[in-house]
Structure formats: C-alpha cells, structure tokens
C-alpha cells in the first residue's frame, strides 16, 4: 500500500476496510476515524469510536482497501 492511496481514501467520504499482512480486517466507518502521522506519513492512528481505544499501524502493514457498496437512495 502506497501512502498516495491511503491519502486517496481517506478524502472519500465513505466507509471503508483496510486488509493487513497479519490477516486482520479493520473496518473504518468514516475517514475521520483515520489520520496519517506527519511528517512521513509511513504510520496511521484509527480511533475505534464506539468500541474506544486507539490503534498505530504502519502503512506498509496494509495489503489492501476496500469500500463498503454504496446504498440505494
């Protein structure tokens, strides 16, 4: 995962999942649960919301993203 992508999803306003190297699926509500760690942007903090707590990632422990299908209106 290159940090252009994550950067990518997290300016759509939309639920999505990140895919880890561990196996692990971490679902993200909103992208404002997700920020990016400056200056290098290589580490990620996603906020749990509800369920509480915080977790750090590295950019390079995520293999995938994919989006929630948008619903019907």
């Not at 580490?43 to 422990?61: A, C, D, F, M, P």
């Amino acid at each position: 995962m290159t940090v252009a992508s994550l950067e990518k999803a997290l300016h759509q306003p939309r639920p999505f999942a990140l895919f880890l190297t561990d196996g692990r699926k971490i679902d993200i509500p909103h992208p404002e649960f997700v920020w990016l760690v400056p200056p290098h942007k290589s580490e990620l903090v996603i906020s749990h919301g509800k369920r509480g707590g915080t977790e750090l990632l590295r950019v390079n422990q995520i293999v995938s993203i994919r989006w929630r299908a948008r619903q019907a209106a």
